[in-house]
T-cell receptor, first 115, second 115 residues
Framework: AQKVTQAQTEISVVEKEDVTLDCVYE???????LFWYKQPPSGELVFLIR??????QNEISGRYSWNFQKSTSSFNFTITASQVVDSAVYFC????????????FGAGTTVTVRA | DGGITQSPKYLFRKEGQNVTLSCEQN?????MYWYRQDPGQGLRLIYY???????QKGDIAEGYSVSREKKESFPLTVTSAQKNPTAFYLC??????????????FGQGTRLTVV
């Protein structure tokens, strides 16, 4: 069985604050992939990052950074110096061999950035 | 204009009616998916198809049907057997359902409401 848990339902911050979104996953497989997607009010999910289980290097892309720790089964996402345009629902997802590599999503975290 | 087109954007259904949601893609992707999104529950997989003329049930297939007669098209029918169809429906594609190429691309969604 696999599972993705995003413990934070909603986060509200003031512009320029940093915000970290937690993601904890469960899988029995050694080969798996983790994803983050952003869903703005328009509804379409936008792909942010894919990380495979053999690459634990943290990644930074502009104001976005990701911290992958296999020891704690976590794949956390940080937005630095948040902006109003970052307001969206963010989903963490997992795909692995046991589930035929289908995506399994967490419940999502709604981020609201106030001006 | 490349991408995934879902139509209509909004759909209203009377109780007891079947309705069909359209999903068309010109990305030449093999795999296509239908997800349902309810508030606070993330995305749940309804059906998926890895190749033309073949599809499999996802986690919540009851009350839904699909077809995959063409690579570009994966329509979803919400039947009268689906007792709680009001939700946001998202279509997605990926180059393949195997291995590393499991990043999914999403359409803009169809919001279905039962009236």
């Amino acid at each position: 069985a696999q599972k993705v848990t995003q413990a934070q339902t909603e986060i509200s911050v003031v512009e320029k604050e940093d915000v970290t979104l937690d993601c904890v996953y469960e899988t029995r497989d050694t080969t798996y992939y983790l994803f983050w997607y952003k869903q703005p009010p328009s509804g379409e999910l936008v792909f942010l990052i894919r990380r495979n289980s053999f690459d634990e290097q943290n990644e930074i892309s502009g104001r976005y950074s990701w911290n992958f720790q296999k020891s704690t089964s976590s794949f956390n996402f940080t937005i630095t110096a948040s902006q109003v345009v970052d307001s969206a629902v963010y989903f963490c997802a997992l795909s692995d061999y046991s589930n035929d590599y289908k995506l399994s999503f967490g419940a999502g975290t709604t981020v609201t950035v106030r001006a | 204009d490349g991408g995934i087109t879902q139509s209509p954007k909004y759909l209203f259904r009377k109780e007891g009616q079947n309705v069909t949601l359209s999903c068309e893609q010109n990305l030449n992707h093999d795999a296509m998916y239908w997800y349902r999104q309810d508030p606070g529950q993330g995305l749940r997989l309804i059906y998926y198809s890895q190749i033309v003329n073949d599809f499999q049930k996802g986690d919540i297939a009851e009350g839904y049907s699909v077809s995959r007669e063409k690579k570009e098209s994966f329509p979803l029918t919400v039947t009268s057997a689906q007792k709680n169809p009001t939700a946001f429906y998202l279509c997605a594609t990926s180059p393949t359902n195997r291995g590393a190429n499991t990043e999914a691309f999403f359409g803009q969604g169809t919001r279905l409401t039962v009236v």
